[in-house]
Nanobody, 119 residues
Framework: QVLLVESGGGLVQPGGSLRLSCAASGLIFSINATGWYRQALGKERNLVATITSGGRINYADSVRGRFSISRDNAENTVYLQMTSLKPEDTGVYYC?????????????WGRGTQVTVSS
């Protein structure tokens, strides 16, 4: 089992920045990828960024060049640095981790943190 706890959301003006954190606990060794998704009100949950245990990073086209995903292995924490925020970045941001144990994959999700970009 993996527990994910997000923090760092809030209200920010357009053009501003925020840094989200995702602290993981439990079967950390089994995580082979961690990422961030977001869900705007009334819309589907969509990929924002992912990072694999090997360091491979992927971004959604809508955030590439503005957002940066990173991780601190010593702290078991993944970060999402968000800059040049736009109103369309508003939504609940969820941290996710993909694990593989005995050849079986499983996805875990945090409860989410709200990001609101508004003047």
């Amino acid at each position: 089992q993996v527990l994910l706890v997000e923090s760092g959301g809030g209200l920010v003006q357009p053009g501003g920045s925020l840094r989200l954190s995702c602290a993981a606990s439990g079967l950390i060794f089994s995580i082979n990828a961690t990422g961030w998704y977001r869900q705007a009100l009334g819309k589907e949950r969509n990929l924002v960024a992912t990072i694999t245990s090997g360091g491979r990073i992927n971004y959604a086209d809508s955030v590439r060049g503005r957002f940066s995903i990173s991780r601190d292995n010593a702290e078991n924490t993944v970060y999402l640095q968000m800059t040049s925020l736009k109103p369309e970045d508003t939504g609940v941001y969820y941290c996710t981790a993909h694990t593989i144990v005995a050849g079986i994959g499983r996805d875990y999700w945090g409860r989410g943190t709200q990001v609101t970009v508004s003047s």
